[in-house]
């Protein structure tokens, strides 16, 4: 599966700005009507391999949501050899353009939704969840497509205490931010973001290119 690319000279068609009602609408319309996400045979396997290495561990949980080739998830869990760091991603293509994996790193192929839903159901919480440059789904007639336009992100919520979400996309990062609040989550803004180094391929990607890069981070523990 091929993730949108999307270039600035693109990205105002059609949404020249952030719609908060309209983000907030769709939120409203997710909690009146939580998903009950059928889960595959697929995901069942990846699933059987996370429940297996969130059970040996007890420690902090770090899940990379949509970690492409891992690089992220390797960085992270070589970091922090106490954290055990799952990296999930769709595309079986990506997750095999990786290098060495630490121990306390896995990359495991399923749907992000798949997992959260399966963590709200079970319990499974997490630490840290990175969503680092999300598919965009740049069209006006994609938002419901986009993270923060989907059950999904209830489920993020519910089971992630801190969330790092980073986008070249500022709609995308100030829509997010705008559905964290509508969906019970702390005021959060989207803030500029300009790593002195890449954290993963698509940072990398666009910093090359010269984009601007955006952030919003969650934090829930006070809460
Ligand atoms: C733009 S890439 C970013 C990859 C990586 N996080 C990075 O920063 O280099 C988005 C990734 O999310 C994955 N993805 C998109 N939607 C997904 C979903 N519903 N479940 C699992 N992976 C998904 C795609 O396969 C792709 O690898």
Redesign the pocket.
């Known amino acids: ?1 091929g ?1 949108a690319v999307h270039q600035p000279s693109r990205i105002p068609v059609g949404q020249p700005g952030p719609r908060r009602a309209a983000v907030v609408a769709r939120v409203r319309r997710q909690q009146a009507r939580p998903s009950c996400r059928p889960v595959g045979s697929r995901a069942g396997v990846a699933l059987d391999r996370m429940a297996a290495a969130l059970a040996e561990h007890h420690g902090p949980v770090t899940i990379d949501l ?4 891992g ?2 998830t390797i960085a992270r869990a070589t970091a922090d050899p106490s954290r055990l760091v799952i990296g ?4 079986r293509a ?1 997750l095999h353009r990786h290098g060495p994996v630490p121990t306390n790193a896995h990359l495991v192929r ?4 798949d997992v959260l839903a399966t963590a709200t159901a079970v319990g499974w919480t997490f630490d840290e969840a990175l969503v ?4 965009p789904y740049p069209k006006p007639g994609q938002q419901s497509r986009r993270l923060y336009g989907r059950p999904a992100l209830l489920d993020l919520l519910a089971v992630a205490r801190t969330i790092v979400m980073r986008t070249n996309w500022a709609v995308y990062a100030h829509e997010f931010a705008m559905a964290v609040e509508a969906a019970g989550g702390p005021k959060v803004a989207a803030q500029r973001w300009a790593p002195a180094s890449a954290g ?4 990398r990607k666009y910093l090359a290119a010269g984009h601007a890069l955006w952030a919003v981070m969650v934090d829930q523990n006070d809460l």
């Open positions: 599966m993730c949509g970690c492409g080739t690089e992220s999930i991603d769709r595309s990506r399923a749907n992000i939704d680092l440059y999300p598919n993963s391929a698509f940072e």
